[in-house]
Structure formats: C-alpha cells, structure tokens
C-alpha cells in the first residue's frame, strides 16, 4: 500500500496529491511517470512524475480529474492509501548543461510535467524561458514554481484574462519575433497543443521535444498499447518515450488513438458516479 | 484386460454454452475415471512416454500409484520433477510431448497422461494441507529472482526448501507471468490454481515484491552490491509483443494479443465497469496467427460477445503450433478458421477505427529453415475480411530492460539472454537465466524445467562461495 502524505486542490479539478514510495523517489528523474492503481478493481493510469523528494521518500503527483480513475484518486485523502504504484518509468529527459536556450511551454495541466524538466534544465546552466498556457486565469497552476526556476516566464490564457491572449504558440511567435535565439522546445500538453508548437518550430527548424500521452495499460513494453508512430517507426511510449522528436510524431493518429475507449470510458465515470465512488 | 483403444473423455462444459462464459472448459476427471484411465497404462519396462517429458517425470510410476489409488504418493512423484502440476496438467502441449510416444499410439489414443496428472495435481490442491513454513538460518544467503513467471516461482520455491532466503521481484501488480496475464480463467483458473500455488509459496517463506520494475527501481548490479543478494536469477519471459509492420497497424480496433488478453485476464475487463479496466470491440474480429496465444484471444473476443471470430492463419491446418486440444476447443465453440492467408493491410474507416483486413491466399512451397512447408502468396487473390476488431497474434520478443542495464550480461542478436543449458549460468558471475528470456516464447513446462536447473546450479554456486 502507498500512503497519501499530501493532498491539495491547486484548481477546480486540479489536484497535487504527494506519495510515500522511497524507493521510486530514489530513482526518480525528471520526463519519467508512475503507473498507479488506485484500488483493487481499479485501472492501471500513468501519471507523470512532477516532483519527488528523496529525504520524504515521496513522489508528486499532479493530475487533473477526468474519468473515473482520476475521479476515485481525487476523492481520497491524506492518510489513506493506494494498492499499486510503480516506476519509475520511461526514459528521463536528455539534459546537460550545453543545451543554451530553451523554451519549456506547458499546456493546462502539462506545466507540471514540464516543471520538473525546466528545474534540471535550469540548474545544469541553460538559459529556461518558460510558456504556461491556460483557458483563464483561474485555472493556471505551478505559476510560483515555474517562476523560481526560469529566466522568464511568459503566460498566455484562452480568453486574455492574464498574460498574453491567446495560445501558448502566440507567446512562441512572440519570443521569436523579438529576435530570442532557441536552441531547443520542450512541449507538453494536450495532443493538440504538441502538434500546434511542432507546426510552428518545423520551418524555424529549432528542434522540438514532446512528451506523449497515448493509452497505456503495463507501462512496460508489454502491451503494445501505448504505440505511437515517430518518423517511419513504430515506437512504445513507455519505454522508448515518452519524449520524442515532436518533428517525426504522427499526432493525428495519437489523438485518434486517444479516443478509442470513449464509449467505455463514459460508462465508467457513471458507474463511479453512481456508486458514489468520486465523493 | 481388454485394451480400451480410446482416452476416457474429459467432462467438458457444453460448447454452445461455455463460448459464453469465462469458466473453465474442462472440469476433470473424477476418481473413478481416473482410475479407469490410469489402468490403460501398460506399465512398460521401456517406457516411450517418459523421455519426451522435458522434465522426465517418471510417468509409469505415477499412473501405478493412481492404479492403486494412492493419490498422495503418486502426486509425490510428480512433485520430484515437476513444481507446477496442476498447471502443467492443464496447458502442457502432451500431443508432442509424453504422449506423442505411448506405446498405444500405435494401436489407439495414447493414455491421457496430462488429464491423470492434472487429477492427482488438483486432488491434492483441494486438500488444502497446510504448508509449513520454512524456517531460515540467520546467515542464510539471499537470492533474488526476477520475475514472477513459472521459471522464477519454480526457481524461488526450489531455493527456499533448500534453505536460501528468496525475494521475487515482479514488474506487474500480480505474480504469474503470462499464467495470470496472458492463459485465460477458462482454461486455467485463477483463483483456484494460480493464486493459490503463488500463496503457498508465499506460505513457505518466499517473499514476493510486486510493483517492482528490475531495470528501472534497481539494477542487477544494486540488487548484489548494495541489496545484499548473493545471486541473481532472471526470468522476465518473452514479453514484447510482435506487430506485422503493415499498413492500419496504428488504427483504432487493433490490439496485440498481449493488450487484449491483459486487459481481459489481468485487470478482469470481462467485469467492466466493476472492474475499471474497459475492452474496446466490435462483433467481427479477426486474431492473427495460429498459437495458444492465437486460439486464447479468439475464444476470449467470442466470450466477450463477438458474433463472428476469425483465425487467420499464413500456413495451413497441419502447422498450427496451438495445442492441439485448443484448436479442437477453438473448432467446437464456433470459431471461423481462414488458414492459408496472410493479411497485408488492415483497412480504416473515416473516424480511425477497424474497417476490415486485407489478406492475400497462400500456398505452401518447399520446406523452410524450420522443416515446414513455407507459405508462398498467390498472386492477385487479395480479398478483405470484413471486421472491425484485429488482434495480432504473431508472437513475442524478449523485453530489454534488464539487459540492457546490466553490464557483463550478454544477449544474443535476438536480445535473448545468453545462458549456459544446464546451469543457467549467464556471462556475469553469479547471475542465472532461463524460461522465456532465454529461449524465445516457449512453455510453461520448459520454463519451469529451467528454473529447476537453475536452482540446482545456484544452489553449488552459494556454497562455493561460503
Ligand atoms: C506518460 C503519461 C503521463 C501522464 N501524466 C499525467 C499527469 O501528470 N497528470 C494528468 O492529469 N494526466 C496525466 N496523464 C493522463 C492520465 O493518465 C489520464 O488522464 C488518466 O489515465 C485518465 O483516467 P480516467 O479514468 O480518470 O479518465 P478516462 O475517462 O478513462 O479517460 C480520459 C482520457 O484520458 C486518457 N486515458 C484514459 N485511460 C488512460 C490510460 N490508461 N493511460 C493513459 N491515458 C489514458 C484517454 O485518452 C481519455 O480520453 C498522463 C498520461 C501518460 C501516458
Ligand atoms: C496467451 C498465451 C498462452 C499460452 N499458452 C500456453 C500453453 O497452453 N501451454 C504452454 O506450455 N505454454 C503456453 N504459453 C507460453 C508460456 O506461458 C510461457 O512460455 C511461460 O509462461 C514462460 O515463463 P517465464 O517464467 O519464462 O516468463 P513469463 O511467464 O513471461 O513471466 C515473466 C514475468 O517477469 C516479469 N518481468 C518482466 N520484466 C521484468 C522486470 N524488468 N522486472 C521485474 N519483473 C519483470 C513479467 O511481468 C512476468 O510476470 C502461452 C503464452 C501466452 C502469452
Ligand atoms: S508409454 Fe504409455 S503405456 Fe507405456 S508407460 Fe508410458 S503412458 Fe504407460
Ligand atoms: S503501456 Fe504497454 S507497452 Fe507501453
């Protein structure tokens, strides 16, 4: 059983929740996820590592309620447990502190996958400039995080109501227009989001990393179900990724993909619902 | 007496119910059947059945205890050579096996060795004896065992009887290996069988981490440097799942057998929403190949509700590598066999889901490398299938996580480990391997025969080393 240490509501569905697994903390590294479950009935969901901390011997989660499984975890609270937690998985992100400068953009609840990932950019020595995307204002997480470890941080929400109007990828223009020399973007986000800040870095040609988020179930390399087509090869998210060369990912397939279990995954948040699961 | 020419038949659930259901298929044999079908064995003086066992279990000598109804002691034969009996009883291929060469194969069926050990296998599992556990030495050395399939459970529990404090480590949620996640409930129950001979080792003093990722939590080289193991055994199994690199691979509607059985045994999607985990499928489904793990996702889709359940197969009925009883199983609950067709496009429709698979007939040319006729496409007999579920059957690699973090431990062009036959001694000092990992999807008998050997090996090794 994995404790719940710490839990909080960052934003209306947004949810920090901190878990006492020591010995994932000590291996945890920046880009990797955890596969949890949440009960014995319960569905094998990746979350990505936003946070760890050795010395507690705890791994941060930060997720957004979705469907049932994120709904069942929301309701749950400090002191109680969850029956499966493993990892860490994935290949952690390539950072070294040649890297110059670097564009870290996080879409909705992306920004804290990406934090972790600006940190280490940030201490080996690169120059971090961070784009935190939003629908409004109200629903912007990490923003203190993300300002204590970026040279600049630059917000753009849906609807104007804080930092510039419009999509992260107007911030991107925006960043290229003044002139800013970008070695490197590291995107993540919903699929849309990725494909939207690949479109516009391709012609610059400054390369672009994304971090995927297909259906998995093992996280393992044993399923096959979290297979995504980068350049003319098929790739496992869990194990090859889940950071990839946005440039060569097919995202229109990984979107449809995304989808395949939408039937299903209606029935299941009523069935939660109804018995009184999700609080 | 009169020989009796045929085996005394299983008790089977009826076909058009069980297609249905996720209850198991065959029910076994009751005592009196069991004798009546162990007194059809001759008893040779050379007996044919026993050297094509490959842990040379000394089948005459249990099938006399089971003449003499002393069920206790002809279990205990099994036991010497065999840990996982009730297993092996259930999905051994025997056809190839001991039975292949029974003496009465000449005349009529050979004697039903695999139905008679699954008896006395199962006869002693309802006894529920209590297990006693094992008590260790203080100093006794501590081996950990990657891996939670038949290789590494067989490899623990041989270890913990001869003393040696034994940690598995096991990447999913539940021990097995493909027992728990990939062979379904109808045709080896979970709760019944595997569960409980996983509790028993658990009784006896075996200690088994799940959630526990080799490779990513710890190397092999942490678990003996920094864990405090003496030795290493590796039995990760062969469980990459294969695609056929062709077109609609990616498409909605196609799994690899491997996500669909997972879902289905694993994480109980037959129970959906009870269970969290969903199943995606429509009526019509296609699984491609011809092996176990072909005829299992079939007869899984049909329990799950497909009305119509394809095997397409690329050679013909005499090279399907599924046991035999599987296909029969397979054949009697409805399942439409398109042997001699390859598929070479899965087609979509316009929201990205399974439309139908493109096949292309075969015929079989010479023999190939491995002695079977190859199949040759017929050109222009290009004809589609109209389904909009495809399962990918067509076998599975080896995973490289552990290898690839451990340094010394070689693997061939494969990725397999490479690994002495008899010892399971890899290239590294004091690191074993076998099952799966080392030859390529295989069985569960061969498996648990390697994890035996290896036992034995690690157990001279320790004690050279004390
Ligand atoms: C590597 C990786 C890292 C992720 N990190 C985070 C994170 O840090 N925070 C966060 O809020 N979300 C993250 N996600 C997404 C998260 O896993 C899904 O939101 C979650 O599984 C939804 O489950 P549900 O039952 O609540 O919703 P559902 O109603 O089941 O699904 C909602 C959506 O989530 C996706 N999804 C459903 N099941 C899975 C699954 N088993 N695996 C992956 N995606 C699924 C589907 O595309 C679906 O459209 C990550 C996904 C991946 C692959
Ligand atoms: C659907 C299906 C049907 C089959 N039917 C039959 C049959 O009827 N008869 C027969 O004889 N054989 C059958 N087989 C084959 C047989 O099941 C295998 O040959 C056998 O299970 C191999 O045993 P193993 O111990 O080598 O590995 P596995 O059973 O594959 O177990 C390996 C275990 O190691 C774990 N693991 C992997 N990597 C790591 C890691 N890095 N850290 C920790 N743990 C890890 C895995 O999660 C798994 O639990 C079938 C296989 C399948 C898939
Ligand atoms: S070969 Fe057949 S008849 Fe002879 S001992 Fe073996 S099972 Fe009995
Ligand atoms: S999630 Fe199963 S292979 Fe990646």
Redesign the pocket.
Known sequence: MFKIMYKKELSPGIFHMDIEAPRVAKKAKAGQFIVLRVDEKGERIPLTIADFDVEKGTITLIFQVLGASTMQLSALNEGDSIVDFAGPLGQPSEIDGNMGTVVCIGGGIGVAPVYPIARAMHEAGNKVISIMGAKTKDILIFEDKMRAISDEVIIATDDGSYGVKGFVTTALQQLVDRGEKIDQVTAIGPGIMMKSVCDATRPLGIKTIVSLNPVMV?G???CGGCRVQVGDEMKFACVDGPEFDGHLVDFNNLMSRGRMFREQEAKAKDHVCNIGLGR | MALVLEKHKMPEQDPQVRAHNFQEVALGYDEETAVAEANRCLGCKNPQCRPGCPVGIDIPAFIGKIKERDFDSAISIIKESSSLPAV?G????QENQCEKNCVLTHKGESVAIGRLERFVADYQLDKNEEVKPIEFAPDAQKVAI?????????CAGDLARKGYKVTI????H???????????EF??PKDKIVKREIDNLQKMGVTIEVN??????FTVDELMAEMGFDAVFV?????LPHFMNIPGESLNGVYS??EF?TRCNLMKAYDFPNHATPIAMGKKVAVVGG???A???ARTSLRLGADKVYIVYRRSEAELP??AE?VHHAKEEGIDFKLLNNPVEIIGDENGWVKSLKCIRMELGEPDASGRRRPVAVEGSEFELDVDTVIM?IG?GP?P??ASTTPGMDTNKRGNIIADEETGATTKEGVFA??????G????????G??KKAAAAIDEYLKSKK
């Open positions: 093992d393992t390399g044993m | 092996c259930r999905v051994c291929p990657i891996g939670a399939g038949p290789s590494g459970l067989t480590f096991e990447a999913l539940v021990a097995g290996g493909v027992l728990s996640y990939g062979i379904p045709r080896l526990s990722i080799a490779g990513r939590l039995g990760t199994g062969a469980g057998s491997n059985l092996g176990n793990v005829m299992d996702a599924a046991r599987e059957a599975n995973n996580i552990v076998g099952g799966d990992i080392v030859t999807a295989a069985t569960v008998i061969l498996a648990m390697a994890g």
